[in-house]
């Protein structure tokens, strides 16, 4: 395993031997308790950043709130996972008052804190800048702008469009926030999540690579964003058993996001083509199907500038989010020496 000194993401130097990161939504959700519970199981646990949210600017209690359940689905057969949670959180007022208790535990742990912050609005690039400017200070070490959340619907129903599906709309709010932020290229780093190009079949999964070309062009040329964590999950997908019956969200159209294994192969594919055109000095935190110490490894290991892993549906479907964590970690201890 990479000692510590050789763990680095965008130039911050990170703790630890083990590259993984909790990946938005792991830790998160409108109940402040249980929000506190699973951010101090998971500091506990190994790896190098504590990542928290996403956050929006209102306090949002998610789509199971509004549409009832299920907003989640684990196949357990195919190893699929699919949810439209629609980023449950406490709000930016919330996150602005305890960030900085927050960054002391992670920093207690060795862990940087990083958080998440998601618009929602058809200004995102305003609505990212109001963000910013409310957590700048409060002692966070990685703010990552999720351009990728599938599962937000807007007031008629109809799910909100994902801004990095839009490489141009996702090239203007990024610059918006250089103009902004420009002068902050070191502290705190930034970091941009997007979602992956759209696949409609994993049995076959053709995807269109010029949207994958497209985003590294809208991140390219900007000096700001120093990683890409690559990528979302894949939105608008029905659950769909292992005898090929649907079994449908609570959410209009019935669809989510899906994760898991059953990913895993496709977006080594995409990560390996967006690399091919993201530029040489940005890293990359790999994201999307990464269940074990094994796929971990694998992704590591597509280029240099992959500097870390991370997941959501490994830590949500081990006993706490903690043993997710922890268990990765002894299988990707075990492989990589």
């Known amino acids: 395993m990479s000692s510590a000194s050789n763990i680095e993401l965008a130039g911050l130097e990170l703790s630890g031997n083990f590259p993984f990161m909790n990946a938005p939504g792991s830790i998160n959700g409108a109940g402040e308790e249980g929000f506190r519970l699973e951010f101090m199981d998971y500091v506990r646990a190994p790896g190098t950043i504590a990542m928290v949210g996403s956050v929006t600017i209102p306090y949002k209690e998610g789509n199971i709130a509004k549409y009832g359940g ?125 979602s992956p190009a759209p696949v409609s079949d994993f049995r076959n999964p053709e995807f269109n690579e010029k949207i994958i070309q497209k985003q590294a062009e809208a991140i390219n040329y900007l000096g700001l964003y120093g990683y890409v964590a690559y990528a979302n999950t894949f939105g608008g997908q029905v659950p769909i058993d292992e005898n090929n019956i649907e079994l449908p969200l609570s959410v209009p159209g019935g669809g989510g996001g899906v994760s898991g294994p059953i990913v895993a192969d496709v977006m080594n594919d995409q990560t390996e083509v967006f690399m091919s055109y993201l530029n040489e000095d940005i890293d990359v935190v790999a994201s999307g199907g990464i269940s074990s110490g094994e796929e971990l490894n694998k992704r590591l290991s597509i280029d240099s500038r992959v500097k870390i892993g991370s997941s959501v549906t490994a830590l949500w479907k081990a006993p706490s989010i903690g043993a997710g964590a922890t268990k990765i970690a002894e299988e990707y201890s075990r492989i990589a020496g």
């Not at 684990?74 to 980023?87: C, F, K, P, R, V």
């Open 70 to 194: 299920p907003v989640y689905q684990h196949i357990e057969s195919t190893g699929a996972t699919y949810n439209s949670m629609g980023l449950p959180n406490l709000g930016i007022e919330r996150y602005e008052q305890i960030l900085p208790e927050l960054a002391v535990i992670a920093h207690d742990h060795d862990k940087k804190l990083g958080v998440s912050l998601a618009p929602i609005s058809d200004n995102p690039g305003a609505e990212w800048n109001q963000m910013i400017e409310r957590v700048m200070e409060k002692g966070v070490d990685i703010i990552e702008l999720n351009a990728g959340c599938p599962n937000v619907y807007n007031e008629n129903n109809e799910p909100k469009t994902v801004l990095s599906l839009v490489p141009e709309a996702l090239g203007v709010a990024l610059e918006q926030v250089q103009s902004r932020f420009g002068q902050h290229l070191t502290s705190p780093i930034f970091g941009v999540k997007l």
